[in-house]
């Protein structure tokens, strides 16, 4: 590949694209949205400078896995149409001045349940079919309405890459490769970066435009109208300080029976293989036996020996399911007990910090 | 925001009845996006521009007296001496670009990066205002937005009104008439703006993502130093160095007031429930993860072992239990080159 270069090592995200992901991620939520994201590869940086919303196309989906919901808007970067409108999209606002180049696309999430198919075929696309230096950047709405913005990015891994291109998902090549599910992705550090000009324009939302002392205000109801009594401050930000902490525990629950629920399927289904299988092997065997016993008094009786191969053509040993979804739900949980251990952090903090202010007789001891 | 406005339904210019946009008070929202978008078009612009101009899409409500301004996108332009090109064709290419992805969103006007207004822009107000391919019959919003180096933004949003005496000055005449505007942010982006504003005092103008346990640290710090200068400001008061206030007390004392009132038991009750919720909760997460984890690399490890069976080695599989998935190796293997054979 011509970009031998070091490998991509963070990514730097414009204000700009915060907003715009953010904006059209909670304008879809509950669906899905994705989008196509624009900027530069500064040796190993990938400076994300611009995005834009891809329409929804509706498709029919080619899948690897058929079980998966046909989601039109989970699936549309790879589709045909989109990949034209990419191209028009690129190359119109290359004429106002604004980096062209495709690095990447964005897609949101609900509480983290962003692990499926979708995005590694999506990723995949992009990884293989567009641009190697590319990032998928995942917005969860939900996460990041409980206090802290919740973005991240993700490659696929090398590894990954390789064993997704031809599809090797069964035990063996499973143990040839050691790939494991937390080899799929690669998560890259974000870095959220401000133009002059935002630095500018946070800083005169933040404090209102009165300098030097000011006057004491003459009454409750001045006061309360005062600019300063609703002066937006936007860091910290203190929906944090919410104390609602079984709703988030609660849709976590969900999920995490949900993937339980998938792990079963998966297991069952490898049980059945498995089973089949020693069947199948069980009736090989026997017939082998067989043949080789009759092959033996042919032998005696000096007749023509039997083929002992033939049992290759009269029975046929199942195919082994792929793994790959197990590996995914196995991530996904992963991704969800993650996701809990950080809230509980938090949540028991703010717990402790209620009694211990409820309570004061108590702290001291 | 120091402006008021004073809204006047004015009597119309010459032009007849009925194709003028209409004037009526009209209430702008700007949403920070398109604010951003502007910025960065600004910063983009060519060497030799003054300032560069684009279109604002949004919604409308329905009875067309708010206009929320949601998007923006560049809009490549020329100016002279004497005469000013824009490129509507990439305008109207890139406007129908962007309703294929946000088919919920209109053409609500344009903006310009300086607050001057000549008589282009009234040229261009008039073209986005216009019938066909403009806001008619709503006003067309022209939003300025001054991004002079070393002066505070400066934004203003106007609505226009023909004038001119006779209909040939009229292409290139407009009143333009202020509208207030607010920017509005809503609740999903909060936590963008709060993560963005974390880079505000640093000189890489750059910032990480925080976790949840740091964003609660920082809120926490901010309401203990808000804390700090509240009882600082009581006590200068209480020892006379700072003029009181009533409202002041008034309004401290209605915020004292907020404090629940609950019972020590309860309390106790209450959090032995909830934290036991959590703890248990976390715990199972993990656990299931584990569970997982473990199922997963049993179903494939046993095959590892099995794996040496072509090499003849296998005698240690055995201690593996009998889930029959183990013999197999071989038997694929001979079928896979025999099916790479025909």
């Not at chain 1, 190359?91 to 979708?118: H, L």
């Not at chain 1, 946070?202 to 309360?224: K, N």
């Not at chain 2, 976790?211 to 600082?232: C, F, G, K, T």
């Not at chain 2, 004292?256 to 997460?285: M, T, W």
Request: aromatic share 6%; net charge negative; proline share 5%.
């Amino acid at each position: 590949m011509a970009e031998s270069q070091s490998p991509l090592v963070a990514v730097k995200v414009e204000a700009l694209v915060v907003m715009k992901i953010i904006k059209h991620c909670s304008q879809t939520f509950p669906t899905t949205a994705t989008g196509s994201l624009v900027g530069l590869d500064n040796e190993g940086l990938l400076e994300i400078t611009n995005s834009f919303p891809l329409p929804v196309v509706e498709t029919p989906v080619e899948s690897h896995s058929d079980n998966a919901a046909p989601n039109p808007a989970a699936s549309a970067p790879r589709t045909k149409a989109n990949a034209v409108y990419q191209a028009e999209m690129i190359r119109m606002i290359r004429e106002v001045n604004i980096d062209a180049n495709n690095v990447g696309w964005y897609t949101s999430a609900n509480m983290g349940n962003w692990v499926n198919m979708n995005v590694i075929e999506n990723q995949y696309f992009y990884q293989k079919e567009m641009n190697e230096r590319t990032v998928a950047l995942i917005h969860d709405v939900s996460r990041s309405a409980q206090g802290a913005l919740s973005l991240r990015a993700f490659r696929l891994s090398a590894k990954f890459m390789e064993a997704f291109k031809e599809n090797k998902f069964n035990s063996e090549e499973l143990q040839k490769s050691t790939l494991r599910y937390q080899d799929i992705f690669e998560e890259l550090p974000i870095e959220i970066h401000n133009s002059h000009l935002i630095t500018s324009l946070i800083h005169q939302l933040q404090c209102p435009s009165a300098s030097g002392p000011t006057d004491l205000p003459p009454s409750l109801s001045a006061l309360e109208s005062s600019p300063f009594s609703k002066s937006s401050t936007f860091t910290p930000n203190f929906d944090n300080l919410s104390l609602s902490v079984d709703p988030f525990l609660e849709k976590n629950c969900d999920l995490l029976l949900d993937s339980i629920e998938a792990h079963n399927t998966e297991t069952n289904n490898y049980q059945y293989y498995q089973r089949v299988l020693g069947r199948e092997q069980q009736k090989i065997n026997n017939w082998k036996q067989k043949r080789s016993q009759e092959n033996a008094t042919r032998a005696a009786l000096k007749q023509p020996l039997l083929p002992e191969d033939e049992w290759q053509r009269l029975f046929k040993l199942p195919a082994e399911p792929s793994r790959l979804e197990a590996m995914l739900n196995t991530r996904q949980v992963e991704q969800f007990s993650r996701q809990v251990d950080s809230f509980v952090s938090s949540a028991t903090g703010k717990m402790f910090a209620v009694k211990g202010n409820m309570l004061p007789g108590e702290t001291a001891n | 925001m120091a402006d008021s406005f004073l809204h006047l339904a004015r009597p119309l210019g010459p032009v007849s009845v009925g194709t003028a946009p209409t004037t009526a008070p009209l209430n702008v929202v700007i949403q920070p996006q398109a604010v951003f978008s502007i910025l960065d078009h600004s910063l983009r612009r060519n060497a030799d521009q003054e300032r560069v101009i684009g279109t604002l899409l949004g919604t409308r409500s329905e009875d067309g007296g708010e206009v929320e301004v949601r998007s923006a996108f560049a809009v490549g332009h020329s100016e002279a001496e004497d005469q000013v090109e824009v490129d509507m064709e990439y305008h109207k290419q890139m406007l129908a670009l962007h309703l294929k992805a946000n088919p919920r969103e209109v053409l609500v006007g344009w903006y310009a990066t300086a607050s001057e207004l000549n008589t282009f822009s009234a040229l261009i107000q008039n073209f986005y205002s216009g019938q066909g391919d403009g806001t008619w019959p709503h006003p067309a919003v022209h939003l300025t937005v001054s991004t002079q180096p070393g002066k505070d933004l400066e934004t203003r949003a106007y609505i226009s009104a023909p004038v001119g005496v006779t209909a040939e000055r009229a292409a290139d005449s407009a009143a333009f008439i202020p509208v207030p505007y607010e920017l509005r942010y809503g609740e999903a982006d909060k936590s963008g703006l709060e993560a963005i504003a974390n880079a505000k005092d640093t000189e890489e103008r750059s910032t990480g993502i925080t976790s949840d346990v740091e964003s609660l640290e920082r809120a926490i710090e901010e309401v203990i130093s808000m804390i700090d200068r509240v009882s600082r400001y009581v006590e200068s008061v209480i020892d006379e160095e700072t003029p009181a206030s009533t409202a002041m007390g008034q309004f401290l004392l209605n915020s004292l007031a907020l404090a629940p009132k609950v019972e020590p038991a309860d309390i106790e009750r209450d959090f032995n429930n909830h934290i036991q919720d959590v703890l248990v909760v976390s715990y199972l997460a993990n656990t299931i993860r584990t569970q997982m984890e473990l199922s997963n690399r049993l179903a494939t490890a046993q095959l590892t072992l099995g794996g040496g069976e072509a090499t003849g080695e296998g005698n240690q599989r055995n201690q593996r239990g009998n889930k029959g998935g183990r013999q197999n190796n071989r038997p694929q293997d001979r079928a896979a080159t025999e099916e790479a054979r025909a």
